[in-house]
Nanobody, 123 residues
Framework: QVQLVESGGGLVQAGGSLRLSCTAS????????LGWFRQAPGKEREFVAM????????DYSDSVKGRFTISRDAAKNTMYLQMNSLKPEDTAVYYC????????????????WGQGTQVTVSS
């Protein structure tokens, strides 16, 4: 089994920055992609960013492209999301997710999920 744990959320003013971390334990059966999703109150879960573990290919939603950077440290089994120029509309619970599919934005393909970390951006 695989377990994912997020950290790094908090309260920040608009224009500020936060860095989220996701640490994985256990073993994946195949090739690994880790991603970030977010869900605001009353809204559906949406894709934010992903990184393939072996090659390091990345993908971002249009809403965060140019502001957020996803990265990974294989030695620490940890993925990061550096969030800059934060906007109030970025406020959400951010979830780390893992899949044995590669290069996918689809939440349906992510079988492993963390418990979430709250990011709140004030106006």
């Amino acid at each position: 089994q695989v377990q994912l744990v997020e950290s790094g959320g908090g309260l920040v003013q608009a224009g500020g920055s936060l860095r989220l971390s996701c640490t994985a334990s256990g073993r994946f059966a195949g090739r690994v992609t880790l991603g970030w999703f977010r869900q605001a109150p009353g809204k559906e879960r949406e894709f934010v960013a992903m990184v393939t573990w072996t090659i390091g290919n990345t993908d971002y939603s249009d809403s965060v492209k140019g502001r957020f950077t996803i990265s990974r440290d294989a030695a620490k089994n940890t993925m990061y999301l550096q969030m800059n120029s934060l906007k109030p509309e970025d406020t959400a619970v951010y979830y780390c997710a893992g899949t044995e599919w590669s290069s996918t934005r689809s939440a349906q393909h992510y079988a492993y999920w963390g418990q979430g970390t709250q990011v709140t951006v004030s106006s």
